[in-house]
């Protein structure tokens, strides 16, 4: 509904009522005026739910379209996010494979997940068989270091290596 409309119908709504109270008191008062008073009443009443119904069709309906539009933008950035992500995690596990496939800890890696934070970051985690303990420590500060290396494109927030249950064995955070 328009301003315009609203301001109009909440006006014929209020003449209305107060046409409505004089009745009342007319009535109270057992004036003779009462009849013509309530008839007053009547018919502006009638205009007030005429004025509703007519600009309540007509009158344009914002919030709806707006909603949609806002919507549809959101779902058309998910997909490119998830697509850039997608792209990304390929983009990632492969240079892993290239590049370190000949260390001792490259073995270690079961899985390798990521996770878009916002407009170009991400948060990496990588899934192992290690178990939570010291020396493991140092194979997990090595994958996220070549994690680190690789990402020259893209913004990595923090890498985090999960070991046998996934329990945390490491995370480190972007040191840039």
């Known amino acids: 509904m328009s301003n315009v409309s609203l301001i109009v119908s909440i006006l014929f ?27 007053t009443f009547a018919i502006t009443f009638f205009i007030s739910v005429i004025g509703f119904v007519i ?3 007509t009158g344009p309906d914002t919030n709806v379209s707006g909603e949609n539009e806002v919507q549809a933008s959101i779902e058309e950035v998910n997909e490119e996010s998830e697509v ?22 490259y073995n270690h890696i079961n899985t390798v997940q990521i996770k878009h934070i916002n407009e170009g970051s991400y948060a990496v985690t990588i899934y192992t068989e ?40 490491e995370t480190v955070l972007n040191p840039l």
């Open 130 to 169: 290690l178990f939570p303990k010291e020396s493991n420590k140092k194979v997990a500060e090595n994958i996220a270091a070549a994690i680190y290396g690789l990402t020259e494109r893209h913004i990595v927030e923090s890498v985090t290596v999960l070991g046998a249950n996934d329990n945390i064995i």
């Open 13 to 39: 709504l209020i003449v209305s009522l107060l046409f409505l109270a004089l009745s009342v008191l007319y009535v109270l008062g057992r004036n003779k005026k009462a009849k013509k008073s309530f008839k």
């Open 55 to 57: 600009f309540g069709i």
């Open 84 to 105: 850039k992500s997608e792209e990304f995690l390929e983009e990632l596990t492969n240079q892993l494979s290239i590049n370190f496939s000949g260390t001792s800890w």
